[in-house]
């Protein structure tokens, strides 16, 4: 129905890419993490099939592809060596009928460059369309957009990366850092296809990967090979694999984040250089300073995949001050506490020490009744989401039942300390109170929605849409009065 369609997709999935299952099943046993997941987000899966299957669990990489294929725009003339800027490494590999090979363009976002393991056709696309387009922007969009590709120097003043004891590096922050400024914008050193990261065995990803890392230019492929991989993941090489390339794998499969670009092919026909066609398409990409900082499970910063200007954008979910480590999440932080741990211990490799997974050291005893109730509190906000998200329920008592709920909810995700996601409580106190006909207090809680969705999911949302909707004319919206029961 329209309702749910509407908001399919103000959830976001866990921020890091799981690596688990491309490393064999001695790190992740492949019994454990589906189950897992799908338990962690089992409240998703009847209403969101399209956002819950992108949850599953990922095929083995021997298996064939699952799912339906993702389908491009037509390509356009030419192959990627007479695309200026592009190279290609001399090796590819097949998955289906789709060959993959590492691609690079050295000279993007001012000499940074980038590397791209896809196919022919699909950088065709990307390097026809801005911010990877070969040629020096003309217009002034294509500039700006261009300009901010990166962090900019004031940006840059914000944190410091250091060695903290048992994590690491990680970014301190160097001055306070008021809730919803920018922390950080980057663009990724190496993004992978999602047909290739999920397809290719391990030693043809590894060997892509080699390629793709060694084209970048020297800057940029040293920040990379800085990067970490797990503390007990032993590089060894061994098979076929170097143990260079190994080490390029773990460091690549321990530091990626999950990447949607929208590909778009330009009508050059028509003259105005409108868009014929788009879709979008998933890549798995690293970030050599976003990929340095650690998680926490109540996190002070959120960010969200700029495709537009290919770069991961970070924001501050609160106010920071200064010396306070910079942290997201790798998980869905709504999970319980088992699970959570459990998918750090066996994905990441390390034990959470956060408020909301350890008893501090000093008194653990203590600490365990606190860390029941967070587990209480996570438990509540679930079953709240869940009975929230049924839209079928009329409310006999309107005034009351489903704001209640929604406030409870907002105070619960305070307590929690997940400001990262708040606007998904705001969400649901504007649609409640909208749905029992109280305009003023939902076009308040949507401003409220609007002002931490938009920095910490951008401007593209369906949920930003329906909050702008809502702002705009509240009985117009399709929550007006959707408690009510209709009388006869
Ligand atoms: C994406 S990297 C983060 C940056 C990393 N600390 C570094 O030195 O480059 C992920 C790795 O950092 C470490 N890490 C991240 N968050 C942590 C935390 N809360 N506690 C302990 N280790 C953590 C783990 O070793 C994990 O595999």
Redesign the pocket.
């Known amino acids: 129905t329209e309702t749910t369609a509407e908001h399919d997709d103000e959830y976001y999935p866990p921020p890091?890419t799981s690596p688990a299952t491309l490393t064999p099943s001695t790190t992740c046993p492949a019994y454990g993490l589906g189950h897992l997941i799908r338990d962690g987000y089992y409240y998703y899966e009847n209403r969101v099939v399209s956002e819950a299957s992108r949850r599953m669990p990922r095929p083995k990489r021997s298996s064939p592809l699952r799912g339906q294929p993702q389908t491009d725009p037509p390509t356009p003339e030419g192959t990627p060596q007479e695309k200026g800027g592009w190279s290609r490494g001399a090796l590819c590999r097949r998955v289906g009928k789709d060959e993959h090979c590492a691609f690079t363009y050295a000279e993007f976002n001012n000499g940074e460059g980038i590397s791209i393991i896809t196919t022919a056709a699909r950088i065709l696309l990307l390097g026809s369309q801005p911010p990877l387009a070969p040629h020096p922007a003309t217009d002034t969009e294509t500039a700006n957009k261009r300009s901010k590709t990166d962090t900019t120097p004031s940006e840059s003043h914000y944190y410091k990366d250091v060695t903290?004891p048992?994590?690491?590096?990680?970014l301190l922050a160097t001055q306070p850092i008021r809730t919803g400024r920018r922390v950080m914008a980057r663009t990724p050193a190496v993004m992978v296809d999602d047909r290739a990261f999920k397809g290719l065995r391990k030693e043809d990803l590894a060997l892509l990967l080699g390629q793709a890392i060694l084209a970048l230019p020297d800057a940029h492929r040293k920040r990379f090979l800085n990067?970490?991989?797990?503390?007990d993941e032993a590089v060894t090489g061994g098979g076929s694999l170097t143990a260079g390339m190994e080490l390029i794998y773990n460091i690549f499969t321990?530091?990626a984040f999950k990447t949607t670009v929208t590909l778009e092919r330009v009508d050059k026909e028509g003259g105005g250089g409108g868009v014929a066609s788009s879709s979008e398409a998933d890549f798995q990409s690293a970030f050599t300073e976003v990929?340095?900082?650690?998680?926490?499970c109540s996190p002070n910063l959120g960010y969200y995949f700029d495709s537009a200007t290919l770069s991961q954008k970070v924001y501050a979910a609160r106010d920071i001050m200064p010396g306070e480590e910079l942290?997201v999440s790798?998980v869905d932080v709504l999970q319980p506490r088992s699970t959570r741990s459990h998918l750090?211990n066996t994905t990441?490799?390390?034990?959470?020490?956060?408020a909301r997974c350890s008893p501090n050291p000093a008194n653990p005893a203590d600490d365990t009744h606190i860390l029941l109730e967070s587990d209480s509190r996570t438990s509540q906000i679930r079953s709240l989401l869940r009975s929230l998200d049924d839209y079928t329920t009329k409310d006999p008592n309107p005034a009351t039942h489903g704001p209640q709920k929604a406030e409870t909810l907002i105070t619960l995700y305070e307590l929690e300390g997940l400001q990262v996601r708040i606007y998904e409580a705001y969400y649901r106190a504007a649609l409640e109170w909208n749905g029992v006909g109280d305009a003023e207090r939902a076009v308040r809680y949507a401003r409220l929605c609007l002002a931490s969705g938009l920095v910490l999911r951008g401007p593209d949302r369906p949920f930003v849409r329906s909050m702008r909707a809502l702002v705009e004319d509240a009985r117009a919206h399709w929550s007006w009065r959707f408690r009510v029961p209709v009388k006869d």
């Open positions: 890091f903290i048992n994590k690491g590096i990680g990067l970490s991989i797990a503390h321990n530091n990929s340095r900082l650690n998680h926490d942290t790798y750090l990441w490799h390390f034990t959470c020490s956060c």
